[in-house]
């Protein structure tokens, strides 16, 4: 039976899912978590300390002993790699790793170990990760010469943004110009683990090509604006971009020798993790949209064109089935809902309660604005919630109607700051700790008019890399796979559509009160 290895390399662990897609079974899911099992990298969190906290650099060479060692200690557990028919994979997206001309003359010997061998080809020792917000200076000179913020969001799918490639790169130039000039090759996560695998120069696709500020949506090929705009020779430094789906190498003779893989199984252009999961997700067609609430909430859809964000918040990038995504961050999620929990003193069973047997939809005028701290969308300073309506309620003196009003002005706010991929979901695949809240879902369904179904998947990303590969050799209806690999839970939620009027009153309110206390006015 073939089988699909689907691999993931996110910022605290590398992890491997196989799929058989005959029997529809996950063969294998294991992990190297970094801080633990591999702590002579000194990155407990996945990344290096620093004196200053805006500044967030991993050691790529810690993402390649990690492959060794999750082949090698799931090998001793009885996983027979021969069976695996094709390989790809996800990265965290917009990390960086710098590499040197040895890069293009590697030639791995079994016998030594693939970080040792890699040791010699980095022309730079780190790597920035993406919670890296140390480039602000960069995304202003970006802007500036590329012909302003809202220039380079037309042409890449999102304004300058700190942790994304382009803006490291140039950050790189500007400290050490001697480095830039050694370094030959420039890989995102993504791209340097798939390069390992096949031993040589893997390309990079549009998913996470589009998270670095430098990738035209409209060709999807490098920009010459972004790159002229970024550092100077850049073009000669990016690996080149190809459609998903596209074999970039087989597997190098190192990972024969040493795990037993079989000669010629492809490797797969890899990708970022957020379109990954959008496959893992079971979410690659336009109209099912995927909302994750986690610690920040997320809302990640499929769009048929690439729209961009006129405000500027979200992102697109390319959807690994075609086509592309948006991916829009809101930063106060869990923790703000958690913080009205604490403040009127319920629990997640009250709070639902609270929704759904003792409060309407609209909440009788009561409403706040959800910002217990600073907010990505919209782009704010925050340091506590606004609330308006009566007395009481904006004492916190009424626990069921701050429940609704904190779950009503975060579904508010996700439905109108995602407007702009011109696609309204019929659908929405609800996940995170938070998706088992019935009240939530039923607001979520309300306000958007979406059915809401739920997935209790926790590895989307390497399980949508796994898919990646499957899709890639058989050709199988990506429908028929997520039938069978990213099916909903039962018991779906479906909209009161007569709530309608209600929550489109409530969407203008929410706009007002955006304008009045932040003047953001849209
Ligand atoms: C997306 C982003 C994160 C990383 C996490 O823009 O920065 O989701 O991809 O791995």
């Given at each position: 039976m073939?089988q699909?290895?689907g691999?993931d390399?996110?910022?605290?662990?590398?992890?491997?899912?196989?799929?058989?897609?005959?029997?529809?079974?996950?063969?294998?899911?294991?992990?190297?978590?970094?801080?633990?099992?591999?702590?002579?990298y000194?990155?407990?969190?996945?990344?290096?300390?620093?004196?200053?906290?805006?500044?967030?650099?991993?050691?790529?060479?810690?993402?390649?002993?990690?492959?060794?060692?999750?082949?090698?200690?799931c090998?001793?557990?009885?996983?027979?790699?021969?069976?695996?028919?094709?390989?790809?994979?996800?990265?965290?997206?917009?990390?960086?790793v710098y590499?040197?001309?040895?890069?293009?003359?590697?030639?791995?010997?079994?016998?030594?170990d693939?970080?040792e061998?890699?040791?010699p080809?980095?022309?730079?020792?780190?790597?920035?990760?993406?919670?890296?917000?140390s480039t602000?200076a960069?995304?202003a000179?970006?802007?500036?010469?590329?012909?302003g913020?809202?220039?380079v969001?037309a042409?890449?799918?999102?304004?300058?943004?700190?942790?994304?490639?382009?803006?490291?790169i140039r950050?790189?130039?500007?400290?050490?110009?001697?480095a830039y000039?050694?370094?030959?090759?420039i890989?995102l996560?993504?791209?340097?683990?798939?390069?390992?695998?096949?031993?040589?120069?893997?390309?990079?696709?549009?998913?996470?090509?589009?998270?670095m500020?430098?990738?035209d949506?409209?060709?999807?090929?490098w920009s010459?604006?972004?790159?002229?705009a970024?550092?100077?020779?850049?073009?000669?430094k990016?690996p080149?971009?190809?459609?998903?789906?596209t074999?970039?190498?087989?597997?190098?003779?190192?990972?024969?020798?040493r795990?037993?893989?079989?000669?010629?199984?492809p490797?797969?252009?890899?990708s970022?993790?957020?379109?990954?999961s959008?496959?893992?997700?079971?979410?690659?067609?336009p109209?099912?949209?995927?909302?994750?609430?986690?610690?920040?909430?997320?809302?990640?859809?499929?769009?048929?064109?690439?729209?961009?964000?006129?405000?500027?918040?979200?992102?697109v990038?390319?959807?690994p089935?075609?086509?592309?995504m948006?991916?829009?961050?809101?930063?106060?999620?869990?923790?703000?809902?958690?913080?009205?929990?604490?403040?009127v003193?319920?629990?997640?069973?009250?709070?639902?309660?609270?929704?759904?047997?003792?409060?309407?939809?609209?909440?009788?005028?009561?409403?706040?604005?959800?910002?217990?701290?600073?907010?990505?969308?919209?782009?704010?300073?925050s340091?506590?919630?606004?609330?308006?309506g009566?007395e009481?309620?904006?004492?916190?003196?009424?626990?069921?109607a701050?429940?609704?009003?904190?779950?009503?002005?975060?579904?508010?706010?996700?439905?109108?700051?995602?407007?702009?991929?011109?696609?309204t979901?019929?659908?929405?695949?609800?996940?995170g700790?938070?998706?088992?809240n019935?009240g939530?879902l039923?607001?979520?369904?309300?306000?958007?008019?979406?059915r809401?179904?739920?997935?209790?998947i926790?590895?989307s990303?390497?399980?949508?890399?796994?898919l990646?590969?499957?899709q890639?050799?058989?050709?199988?209806?990506?429908?028929d796979?997520?039938?069978?690999?990213?099916?909903?839970?039962?018991?779906g939620?479906d909209?009161?559509?007569?709530?309608?009027?209600?929550?489109?009153k409530?969407?203008?309110?929410?706009?007002?009160?955006l304008?009045?206390?932040?003047?953001?006015?849209s």
């Amino acid at each position: 039976m073939p089988q699909f290895l689907g691999l993931d390399s996110s910022t605290q662990s590398l992890t491997a899912v196989v799929l058989d897609i005959d029997t529809g079974k996950v063969v294998l899911e294991q992990s190297v978590r970094f801080g633990q099992e591999l702590p002579q990298y000194r990155c407990p969190n996945g990344f290096l300390e620093n004196h200053d906290n805006r500044i967030r650099h991993s050691d790529p060479l810690m993402w390649a002993a990690a492959l060794d060692r999750l082949f090698a200690k799931c090998k001793s557990a009885g996983m027979d790699w021969s069976k695996i028919a094709g390989i790809c994979g996800s990265g965290q997206q917009h990390g960086s790793v710098y590499l040197n001309d040895h890069f293009f003359d590697l030639h791995l010997a079994p016998d030594r170990d693939l970080a040792e061998q890699i040791k010699p080809c980095l022309s730079r020792a780190t790597s920035p990760i993406w919670m890296d917000s140390s480039t602000s200076a960069e995304c202003a000179e970006i802007a500036k010469a590329a012909g302003g913020e809202e220039k380079v969001t037309a042409i890449t799918g999102s304004r300058p943004i700190e942790r994304f490639t382009g803006p490291q790169i140039r950050k790189f130039y500007k400290e050490n110009p001697a480095a830039y000039r050694q370094t030959a090759r420039i890989h995102l996560v993504s791209s340097f683990m798939a390069s390992l695998l096949c031993g040589g120069d893997a390309a990079i696709d549009p998913g996470d090509g589009a998270g670095m500020n430098l990738l035209d949506l409209s060709t999807l090929q490098w920009s010459d604006i972004l790159l002229a705009a970024t550092a100077p020779e850049l073009a000669s430094k990016l690996p080149r971009v190809v459609k998903n789906g596209t074999a970039v190498g087989q597997i190098a003779d190192y990972f024969i020798k040493r795990y037993g893989f079989r000669p010629g199984t492809p490797i797969f252009v890899w990708s970022g993790d957020n379109p990954c999961s959008l496959v893992g997700m079971g979410a690659t067609a336009p109209g099912v949209a995927v909302i994750s609430l986690g610690t920040s909430d997320t809302f990640f859809a499929a769009m048929p064109a690439p729209r961009t964000d006129p405000q500027g918040y979200g992102h697109v990038f390319g959807n690994p089935a075609g086509g592309f995504m948006c991916l829009i961050c809101f930063t106060n999620g869990s923790l703000a809902r958690e913080e009205v929990m604490k403040k009127v003193g319920l629990d997640y069973e009250g709070f639902a309660r609270a929704i759904l047997e003792e409060t309407q939809p609209g909440n009788a005028g009561n409403m706040l604005l959800p910002y217990f701290g600073n907010e990505t969308t919209p782009r704010l300073q925050s340091t506590a919630p606004r609330l308006f309506g009566d007395e009481e309620f904006k004492n916190w003196k009424k626990p069921a109607a701050a429940a609704r009003a904190i779950v009503e002005a975060q579904a508010i706010s996700m439905k109108i700051h995602s407007a702009w991929i011109g696609v309204t979901p019929t659908t929405v695949r609800v996940t995170g700790g938070a998706s088992k809240n019935e009240g939530i879902l039923r607001v979520l369904a309300d306000v958007f008019g979406a059915r809401m179904v739920r997935l209790s998947i926790s590895n989307s990303a390497s399980l949508g890399a796994a898919l990646m590969a499957a899709q890639a050799v058989t050709n199988r209806r990506w429908e028929d796979l997520y039938a069978v690999f990213s099916a909903a839970s039962p018991g779906g939620i479906d909209p009161d559509l007569s709530q309608a009027k209600i929550y489109e009153k409530l969407a203008g309110e929410f706009r007002r009160r955006l304008c009045e206390c932040y003047g953001i006015c849209s």
